[in-house]
T-cell receptor
């Protein structure tokens, strides 16, 4: 099993450009989420999904869109990149749609710089 | 909204000393999870606590969940250089699928 795969690992964007961060998991996990990590601020939840066709906003959703057409894939779209979106982005997944039983499996991250 | 605070932000210890990080939530949690992130790496799940007053141990690591289910702690006995990294708590509220992370405690260990 590959676990959670994120691509690309590194990306530099110009302000105003759009792009999609890819996330795929092969563990048949129902729940997937996107976090951004900035120095001193921990991980902040952007969007999450409890199953195919279902998504919801997290703590910091502005400027990002998601969709969940399949169980395996959960892409994150930046609509018009801004320097404030420079960050490390982590995708995570876990079994079940109940929060009680399982921990998250994280991808290795995408380091995004917006200039 | 739900907030999870974690202290201290940094802790620098001599190898062999103990280490503790504390986590506090503004609301009652249904469960709390702990993760470790090595420098340059991604968070790795350590443990989950669900019951009020629960205590769990993993070798030199002891995890506690408060009686009111609003605070938690991670204690490492006799730190080793392999313990270096950032430790995060993450809390989930009742009837919520959101897992909110604390800001983390970065542990540095002097050999």
């Amino acid at each position: 099993n590959a676990g959670v795969t994120q691509t690309p690992k590194f990306q530099v964007l110009k302000t105003g450009q759009s792009m999609t961060l890819q996330c795929a998991q092969d563990m048949n996990h129902e729940y997937m989420s996107w976090y951004r990590q900035d120095p001193g601020m921990g991980l902040r939840l952007i969007h999450y999904s409890v199953g195919a066709g279902i998504t919801d906003q997290g703590e910091v959703p502005n400027g990002y869109n998601v969709s969940r057409s399949t169980t395996e894939d959960f892409p994150l779209r930046l609509l018009s990149a801004a320097p404030s979106q420079t960050s490390v982005y982590f995708c995570a997944s876990r079994r079940g749609n109940q929060p009680h039983n399982y921990g998250y499996t994280f991808g290795s991250g995408t380091r995004l710089t917006v200039v | 909204g739900q907030q999870v605070m974690q202290i201290p932000q940094y802790q620098h210890v001599q190898e062999g000393e103990d280490f503790t990080t504390y986590c506090n939530s503004s609301t009652t949690l249904s469960n709390i999870q702990w993760y470790k992130q090595r420098p340059g790496g991604h968070p790795v799940f350590l443990i989950q606590l669900v019951k009020s007053g629960e205590v769990k141990k993993q070798k030199r690591l002891t995890f506690q969940f408060g009686e009111a289910k609003k605070n938690s702690s991670l204690h490492i006995t006799a730190t080793q250089t392999t313990d270096v990294g950032t430790y995060f708590c993450a809390g989930a509220m009742d009837s919520s699928y959101k897992l909110i992370f604390g800001s983390g405690t970065r542990l540095l260990v002097r050999p």
